[in-house]
Each structure stands twice: as C-alpha cells, then as structure tokens.
C-alpha cells in the first residue's frame, strides 16, 4: 500500500504569501493519478488539481501542482483569505484503490 | 450541474449495520465512479470503495470483509452497507462521484454517522 506524507502539518502564513504544500509518496506514484482536494471547515472536499497540474473546473490560476515520482507540490501563488483550509493530497492505486495524505492545514498567521 | 445527497440514520448501535443511500440529482448515474469516502471527527479523508454504474466494486481492502456499495439505475441511488459496526466506524459520511476511477470530482454534503448503545 501506498502511504502519502503531507508536510508540513501546519503552515502559518499570511494573505498574499506564497504557499508550498508537500506530498511524498511511500512508492512512485503515476503522476496522472495524484490529486489535491481543499476542505474547509464544515464543508466537503472540492477538488483542485487533478492528473498532479492540471487545475479542476472553476479554480483559480493561483493553484498550481507539479512533481513526479514520489515528490508531489501544491503551489498557492498569492494567498487569498478564503484559501485558508485543510489541504489533502491523494493517490490511486491497484491496491487498495484511493488513498489520502493525512492533510496539511493552512492557517492565516 | 450533478447533486449528491446523502441520507441514512445518524446513529447506529454497535454491531449493527449501517445503511446509508445517495441520490443523484440532475444527472444520469450511468457512466461514473459512484465512492463512499468516511472522515472521523476530527481527522482525515479515508476512502471505503466504489461502484461503476455497471456494477463493478472496488473496496478497501482494509474494510473489505463489512461493506457492500450496490447501485439502483431506476432510482439513480447508490448505497453503502457497512457490518459489524463499532465506535470506529463514527465518522461524516460523504457519497462522491468520479469522472475516472483515480479521481473524486463531485462531493455530497455528508451526513454524520454515530455508533453508540
């Protein structure tokens, strides 16, 4: 089984900043199957990148997601304060199909 | 645009089973990747399997041996049976819909799932 480790747990950081999100993967992860979602508070996942950079219907050109391998990156360009939220990455797989990473909240600092 | 409800009891007692149903609004349930995804309170997103309108399934292997996802095309419902209940097993329970297999594109709100005597 593949495990994703999103780092860091926490990012403090303030509106305007750019924001760099982590996912490594345990095994080599094809690229056309690592996906990002967004949660905020209350709220279901949306999904924002898909196929590891390539941005899903509707998000703003500020999320971008690039990497291969077993390195995987998040990039929030200039932090608006509704992008405040929990970030996981995810990763399909023959065995056991879709797994998460345990999430990366972004807090305003 | 496609919307996703869930609906079920929110409390079950342990060793029971729980039975949640998701309705699909404004679109057909053919030719999709229908999940349930399960979140504890308080933590992460923990994926417990798919159907493809076909019926086709695919589980977690780590909750393989309770759940049972099938799917009702007349009534463009998909359902997840989970056994063998126990506190674990508390979480939000979202139904999710995927363009592909690899990818969770539409989300229904959740709904709350409490295992308690």
């Known amino acids: 089984e593949i495990v994703l480790t999103q780092s860091p747990g926490t990012l403090s950081l303030s509106p305007g900043e750019r924001a760099t999100l982590s996912c490594r993967a345990s095994q080599s992860v094809s690229s056309s199957y690592l996906a990002w979602y967004q949660q905020k508070p209350g709220q279901a996942p949306r999904l924002l990148i898909y196929?590891?950079?390539s941005r899903a219907t509707g998000i703003p050109d500020r999320f971008s997601g690039s990497g291969s391998g077993t390195d995987f990156t998040l990039t929030i360009s200039r932090l608006e304060p509704e992008d405040f939220a929990v970030y996981y990455c995810?990763?399909?797989?023959?065995?056991?199909?879709?797994?998460f990473g345990q999430g990366t909240r972004l807090e305003i600092k | 645009q496609v919307q996703l409800q869930e609906s079920g009891p929110g409390l079950v007692k342990p060793s029971e089973t729980l039975s949640l149903t998701c309705t699909v609004s404004?679109?057909?349930?053919?030719?999709?990747?229908w999940s349930w995804i399960r979140q504890p309170p308080g933590k992460g997103l923990e994926w417990i399997g798919y159907i493809y309108y076909s019926g086709s399934t695919n589980y977690n292997p780590s909750l393989k041996s309770r759940v049972t996802i099938s799917v009702d095309t007349s009534k463009n419902q998909f359902s997840l049976k989970l056994s063998s209940v126990t506190a674990a097993d508390t979480a939000v329970y979202y139904c999710?819909?995927?363009?592909?297999?690899?990818?969770?594109?539409?989300w229904g709100q959740g709904t709350l799932v409490t295992v308690s005597s």
């Open positions: 196929g590891a950079s």
């Open positions: 999710a819909r995927g363009d592909t297999p690899t990818t969770v594109t539409t």
């Open positions: 995810q990763q399909y797989g023959s065995s056991p199909g879709i797994t």
């Open positions: 404004g679109g057909s349930i053919s030719s999709y990747y």
